[in-house]
């Protein structure tokens, strides 16, 4: 059963356009979401999150929508780049886990950004 | 660089081995989450230690150990291996914040 699903595998788009990544929950128990970036042969690295008190959150070219009753967050990168190309995942936990957080992760999308 | 280091880097071992994966947390974190990454699949949690002490296991195989020492690193041991063990394993460390950091991981192939 997976609870964070990410049903694009891949996802092409040329640069200095937006790019859109999806990602759904089934979990009502998640309200902290966060995007990762992994690059091959390297492990992943957080690049932004949000928490289900908001709706939106930036951080520079990278902006997480959350809709709590879709249970769906996306992730827009405004402009792309060539090195955005990249694995992006999609983690999802219950705040206030305290320090037994753990995370759960959708299976990835392939960003190409072509130049 | 994420802060969080892990040795080795790749490791070759034959069916029915066993093998120690090693990770140190960021300076001053005190928890140390392990995943697996298999092809086609996005990480898998597998257990995670908080101060020496374990506090939450996810899908991990009996075969699959883990433990946390004083020092704050960790290693995962991986016995009697089967080729479906071939995976990336990661170990992250968590901050103040919410997000974990994640170490390059470990490429374990068995053959």
């Known amino acids: 059963d997976q609870q964070v699903k990410q049903n694009s595998p891949s996802l092409s788009v040329q640069e200095g356009r937006i790019s859109i990544l999806n990602c759904d929950y089934t979990?009502?128990?998640?309200?902290?979401f966060l995007w990762y970036k992994k690059y091959p042969a390297e492990g992943p690295t957080f690049l932004i999150s949000?928490?289900?008190?908001?709706d939106k959150n930036e951080d520079g070219r990278f902006t997480v929508f959350l809709n709590k009753s879709a249970k769906h967050l996306s992730l827009h990168i405004v402009p792309s780049q060539p090195g955005d190309s990249a694995v992006y995942f999609c983690?999802?936990?219950?705040?206030?886990?305290?320090?037994?957080?753990?995370?759960?992760f959708g299976k990835g999308t392939l960003l190409t950004v072509n130049p | 660089d994420s802060g969080v280091t892990q040795t080795p880097k790749h490791l070759i071992t034959a069916t029915g081995q066993r093998v120690t994966l090693r990770c140190s947390p960021r300076?001053?974190?005190?928890?140390v989450y392990w995943y697996q990454q298999s092809l086609d699949q996005g990480l898998q949690f597998l257990i995670q230690?908080?101060?020496?002490?374990?506090?939450a296991k996810g899908n991990i195989l009996e075969r699959f150990s883990a433990q946390q020492f004083p020092d704050l690193h960790s290693e995962l041991n991986l016995s009697s291996l089967e080729l479906g063990d071939s995976a990336l394993y990661f170990c992250?460390?968590?901050?103040?914040?919410?997000?974990?950091?994640f170490g390059p991981g470990t490429r374990l192939t068995v053959l």
């Open positions: 992250a460390s968590r901050g103040q914040g919410g997000e974990q950091f």
């Open positions: 979990n009502s128990m998640f309200d902290y």
């Open positions: 949000i928490s289900s008190i908001k």
């Open positions: 983690a999802a936990s219950p705040e206030g886990g305290g320090s037994n957080y753990k995370l759960t």
């Open positions: 300076s001053g974190d005190l928890s």
């Open positions: 230690y908080y101060n020496g002490e374990e506090r």
